[in-house]
T-cell receptor, first 120, second 109 residues
Framework: DADVTQTPRNRITKTGKRIMLECSQT?????MYWYRQDPGLGLRLIYY???????NKGEISDGYSVSRQAQAKFSLSLESAIPNQTALYFC???????????????????FGEGSRLTVL | TQLLEQSPQFLSIQEGENLTVYCNSS?????LQWYRQEPGEGPVLLVT?????EVKKLKRLTFQFGDARKDSSLHITAAQPGDTGLYLC?????????FGKGTKLSVIP
């Protein structure tokens, strides 16, 4: 079984619908992330969570919300989907590493297999 | 916001050729990671470079971290069709990772 599991893998929906993408992990990592990938734009961070009580906005959080239900579960919601939210979404986890200059830094990211969302 | 400029965006070469992908920033990073992504899958870590000037080799792949820890390069020797994929660089700063836009490599047999 994969260490980071995303559901659903593919979803087609209509404008205005509420959509939830779910992520669960068995890595035991405290840090979880949601990224969006678009051709030519790379991976852009939507939200990240350091633990169950610590959730932070990334660079493109507008139109999205998240919930950290447990250490192992982090879900992403689109309250009212719009066509420009059509993209490939990735959940990822990491450990926290210490750095003498930066303090805490993210270690290696472990990604799920992605959720392809199409909004018509 | 820390930005990573990755180049080239696309690269199509013949099997056996050499290539270099660059990742540049004006910001200093704690470390720099290189990931490879295949269609339908999530990115997978290839290597992490931590020390300025560090060079790491992974078979035919050579990774270098700039002395000032602001840039990195990936060099592939004698590319194979199996090297085809999307290569992403990522810099670790304060609590987050910043990604470049990726280099899509196609190696033609």
């Amino acid at each position: 079984d994969a260490d980071v599991t995303q559901t659903p893998r593919n979803r087609i929906t209509k404008t205005g619908k509420r959509i939830m993408l779910e992520c669960s992990q068995t890595k035991g990592h405290d840090r979880m992330y949601w990224y969006r990938q678009d051709p030519g734009l790379g991976l852009r961070l939507i939200y990240y969570s350091f633990d169950v009580k610590d959730i932070n906005k990334g660079e493109i959080s507008d139109g999205y919300s998240v919930s950290r239900q447990a250490q192992a579960k982090f879900s992403l919601s689109l309250e009212s989907a719009i066509p420009n939210q059509t993209a490939l979404y990735f959940c990822a986890t990491s450990e926290l590493k210490s750095d003498p200059y930066f303090g805490g830094v993210a270690g290696e990211l472990f990604f799920g297999e992605g959720s392809r969302l199409t909004v018509l | 916001t820390q930005l990573l400029e990755q180049s080239p965006q696309f690269l199509s070469i013949q099997e056996g050729e050499n290539l270099t992908v660059y990742c540049n920033s004006s910001s200093v990073f704690s470390s720099l990671q290189w990931y490879r992504q295949e269609p339908g899958e999530g990115p997978v870590l290839l290597v992490t470079v931590v020390t300025g000037g560090e060079v790491k080799k992974l078979k035919r792949l050579t990774f270098q971290f700039g002395d000032a820890r602001k840039d990195s390069s990936l060099h592939i020797t004698a590319a194979q069709p199996g090297d085809t994929g999307l290569y992403l660089c990522s810099g670790a700063g304060s609590y987050q990772l910043t990604f470049g836009k990726g280099t899509k490599l196609s190696v033609i047999p």
